[in-house]
């Protein structure tokens, strides 16, 4: 299987998107900037080098949300750099972190931050469990939660369990983007993924028989071609 080159950049009007990397087992990375706005998805280990070259400090400090799809470390390595960068140069604006109920990867670092930092931290964080699937606002974008399938491997190499786990569509200026995250096939993404204006799709499995994990290049690409344009990510390097 190929893998993807990054960065992967998207913009139609006011609405931008760079995913700075998507690397199974290394790290993602995602900027979003709607209008004036910002936000970060899937904050994995290196965010902050690559926020730091793309838009810098000041606006690093004007990052208003973390959406993370799941625990993963490729998806959250880089939200205590992150938070702890925020703190040293100031921040004075609240950062709201969405997850998904059940993450106690994002609670046990908030926690363990808080227990560090509570006293000196000049900015609020904001925890945004997600409970359901309802769309709903922040800043000035309409977000919309959506469950995925993705299992991980219990000790025994054998046993599986689902992980918290969820995509986002983003609404923003009337388009919209959709990220599934890690994902296997899953009808819900199918959804949303439909006619959304940029589909970015996990193809992370590294053969053609599917599981519960991952999407085949096959999975993926029938669902990328439901959208206007699409990605494929999280390719096997
Ligand atoms: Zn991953
Ligand atoms: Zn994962």
């Known amino acids: ?12 009007k ?7 990397c998507s690397i199974p087992n290394i790290a993602t990375g995602i900027l979003i900037k709607a209008g004036k706005s910002l936000f970060v998805v899937d904050p994995g280990d290196g965010i902050l080098r690559d926020l730091n070259n793309e838009i810098g400090t000041d ?21 205590w750099s992150l938070l702890t960068y925020m703190r040293v140069m100031n921040k004075k604006t609240p950062l709201s972190i969405h997850y998904p109920k059940g993450c106690v990867e994002i609670e046990s670092i908030h926690n363990a931050f808080k227990k560090v930092y509570a006293k000196t931290l000049p900015y609020e964080i904001i925890l945004k469990e997600i409970k359901n699937h309802k769309k709903y606002n922040s800043s000035n974008i309409a977000v919309r939660p959506f469950p995925v399938i993705h ?10 369990r689902q992980v918290p786990a969820l995509g986002y569509k983003f609404t923003f200026d009337g388009l919209n983007i959709c990220y599934g995250g890690d994902t296997a096939y899953c009808e819900d993404l ?3 993924a439909k006619d959304s204006d940029l589909a970015i799709i996990e193809a992370g499995h ?5 599981d519960e994990m991952h999407m085949t ?21």
């Open 14 to 20: 006011k609405f931008y998107i760079k995913i700075f």
């Open 1 to 12: 299987m190929l893998a993807q080159r990054y960065p992967l950049i998207w913009k139609k």
């Open 217 to 237: 290049l096959k999975e993926a690409k029938s669902i990328g071609e439901s959208a206007k344009e699409y990605f494929l990510v999280h390719v096997p390097e």
């Open 206 to 210: 590294d053969d053609e028989t599917p």
């Open 190 to 192: 199918v959804k949303q």
């Open 151 to 160: 299992k991980e491997y219990l000790h025994d190499g054998k046993t599986t």
């Open 59 to 79: 606006q690093i400090l004007n990052i208003s949300d973390l959406f993370i799809t799941h625990g993963h470390h490729d998806h959250i390595g880089g939200v």
